[in-house]
């Protein structure tokens, strides 16, 4: 795990009193789907329900280590940085979507543990837990159904998240050389010439117009191998069918 993998181990999910218990099962998986670990519920209505453990499905742990307080103000009282999803926009607050909002996380976790809000299935947070919040986050989605399910929010934030703490790695490229391309250019003209191509215009259009294709990707040496294994079948080929017609004629 790279130093930003470990630093999610101090972000928690903070569900403020859910409804439905599945949910909460839900959401417990989609933190650790996403290498989170911290679930926080606020004045929930049940306690290890049945279907919050059947809904965890393999992530059990994450509510059998889940913290219950009383009130937002007691959850986020640790944080450095608190954020609250919501659809009502505020001109006093600074408004992100997931992936804005992972890279503020990022910087924060540097100095301490961040918070991340999700409100209530039916009415989301209230005005005054807003307040409580320095960053809204509202995950885009569509005008014709706009609203998420809880856990579905909580698994769009948790994968910006987890995508932006742990970037894929850098591939390193075996690129061809300038006296790489030079040869599969020349090779790839003697055969088309072989199949009976010609240049037109008194120049070699064809040609450019096959340097601009390759030029728009990166080649490396084992492409050009490729086009040179290519351009030996059509080599053998046409000698074939040369040997065929000499024999021919000699026929």
Same mark, same amino acid.
């Given at each position: 795990?790279?130093?930003?993998?470990?630093?999610?181990?101090?972000?928690?999910?903070?569900?403020?009193?859910?409804?439905?218990?599945?949910?909460? #099962?839900?959401?417990?998986?989609?933190?650790?789907?996403?290498?989170?670990?911290?679930?926080?519920?606020?004045?929930?209505?049940?306690?290890?329900?049945?279907?919050?453990? %059947?809904?965890?499905?393999?992530?059990?742990?994450?509510?059998?280590?889940?913290?219950?307080?009383?009130?937002?103000?007691?959850?986020?009282? +640790?944080?450095?940085?608190?954020?609250?999803?919501?659809?009502?926009?505020?001109?006093?607050?600074?408004?992100?979507?997931?992936?804005?909002?992972?890279?503020?996380?990022?910087?924060?976790?540097? *100095?301490?543990?961040?918070?991340?809000?999700?409100?209530?299935?039916?009415?989301?947070?209230?005005?005054?837990?807003?307040?409580?919040?320095?960053?809204?986050?509202?995950?885009?989605?569509?005008?014709?159904?706009?609203?998420?399910?809880?856990?579905?929010?909580?698994?769009?934030?948790?994968?910006?998240?987890?995508?932006?703490?742990?970037?894929?790695?850098?591939?390193?490229?075996?690129?061809?050389?300038?006296?790489?391309?030079? #040869?599969?250019?020349?090779?790839?003209?003697? *055969?088309?010439?072989?199949?009976?191509?010609?240049?037109?215009?008194?120049?070699?259009? %064809?040609?450019?117009?096959?340097?601009?294709?390759?030029?728009?990707?990166?080649?490396?040496?084992? +492409?050009?191998?490729?086009?040179?294994?290519?351009?030996?079948?059509?080599?053998?080929?046409?000698?074939?069918?040369?040997?065929?017609?000499?024999? #021919?004629?000699?026929?």
């Amino acid at each position: 795990m790279n130093k930003e993998g470990r630093l999610l181990d101090n972000v928690q999910v903070v569900l403020v009193e859910p409804q439905v218990p599945g949910n909460v #099962g839900s959401s417990a998986r989609a933190i650790k789907n996403m290498g989170l670990s911290k679930l926080v519920v606020v004045k929930p209505w049940f306690k290890d329900h049945p279907q919050s453990r %059947y809904m965890a499905h393999s992530s059990e742990d994450i509510l059998d280590n889940a913290r219950y307080v009383d009130s937002v103000s007691e959850a986020v009282a +640790d944080s450095v940085l608190v954020l609250g999803t919501t659809r009502r926009k505020r001109h006093n607050t600074p408004f992100m979507d997931p992936r804005q909002a992972s890279e503020e996380i990022l910087t924060a976790l540097e *100095s301490g543990p961040v918070s991340i809000l999700f409100g209530r299935e039916d009415k989301g947070l209230t005005n005054d837990e807003l307040k409580c919040c320095h960053i809204h986050i509202t995950i885009p989605s569509s005008e014709k159904q706009p609203s998420l399910n809880l856990s579905q929010a909580v698994m769009a934030m948790a994968y910006e998240l987890y995508m932006t703490s742990c970037p894929a790695p850098e591939q390193k490229l075996d690129l061809a050389t300038a006296n790489d391309l030079k #040869g599969m250019y020349d090779h790839l003209l003697e *055969s088309l010439i072989t199949l009976g191509l010609r240049q037109w215009n008194d120049g070699d259009n %064809y040609m450019k117009s096959l340097r601009r294709v390759f030029s728009r990707t990166k080649m490396e040496k084992r +492409d050009v191998s490729t086009i040179h294994k290519f351009c030996g079948e059509i080599d053998k080929y046409t000698a074939r069918l040369r040997a065929e017609f000499s024999k #021919g004629k000699d026929e």
